[in-house]
T-cell receptor, first 119, second 111 residues
């Protein structure tokens, strides 16, 4: 149980184009979904927190207009990188949270990630 | 003080030995603690969660929690080369009910 999928797994695009990444919780309804970015050999960086039906909460320094998040249902969140540039090339990972029995807080389960390369 | 601290490593451990990974946290009211493993180029996967003081065992993995010392650890017995990865400690914060990740410890199991 607690499987999270991401699509696509890898994308290469030209500078200036927009890229949409989907994150789905396959066998559970997620209370919250999160979007992270990770550059090579660096730690996870939380970009935004997303709740179904409401606006995403962005971390400091993350541009809302550049990284559009839509949380259409309890099982689907999308991240759109608008007008992508080479510096946006990174590994984008989503996670979905699930309140498990015995847990005081939600547990996060990660998707497999999307590797974005902007030429 | 950083909210969740881990030694970045690399920690090198001979195959078959016990690997000990440590994590300290600053929010004394934290209630939930997690260990994730991340292989190079992959996303993190949950290994264990722990909520109460003491030890919790799952196969070769044992999580240890000491809330008084604000310390959580992960022991890996009979270490295998396949255990070589970065291990992330994650702790919830009551302040805003977020889960905060440490920067991870790189573990290298020597064949």
């Amino acid at each position: 149980g607690a499987v999270v999928s991401q699509h696509p797994s890898r994308v290469i695009c030209k500078s200036g184009t927009s890229v949409k990444i989907e994150c789905r919780s396959l066998d559970f309804q997620a209370t919250t979904m999160f979007w992270y970015r990770q550059f090579p050999k660096q730690s996870l960086m939380l970009m935004a927190t997303s709740n179904e039906g409401s606006k995403a909460t962005y971390e400091q320094g993350v541009e809302k207009d550049k990284f559009l998040i839509n949380h259409a249902s309890l099982t689907l969140s999308t991240l759109t990188v608008t007008s992508a540039h080479p510096e946006d090339s990174s590994f984008y990972i989503c996670s979905a949270s699930l309140r498990t029995s015995g847990g005081a807080t939600d547990t996060q389960y990660f998707g497999p990630g999307t590797r974005l390369t902007v030429l | 003080q950083k909210e969740v601290e881990q030694n970045s490593g690399p920690l090198s451990v001979p195959e078959g030995a016990i690997a000990s990974l440590n994590c300290t946290y600053s929010d004394r009211g934290s209630q939930s603690f997690f260990w994730y493993r991340q292989y190079s180029g992959k996303s993190p996967e949950l290994i264990m969660s722990i909520y109460s003081n003491g030890d919790k065992e799952d196969g070769r993995f044992t999580a240890q929690l000491n809330k008084a010392s604000q310390y959580v650890s992960l022991l890996i017995r009979d270490s295998q080369p396949s255990d070589s990865a970065t291990y992330l400690c994650a702790v919830n914060t009551l302040r805003d009910d977020k889960i905060i990740f440490g920067k991870g410890t790189r573990l290298h199991i020597l064949p």
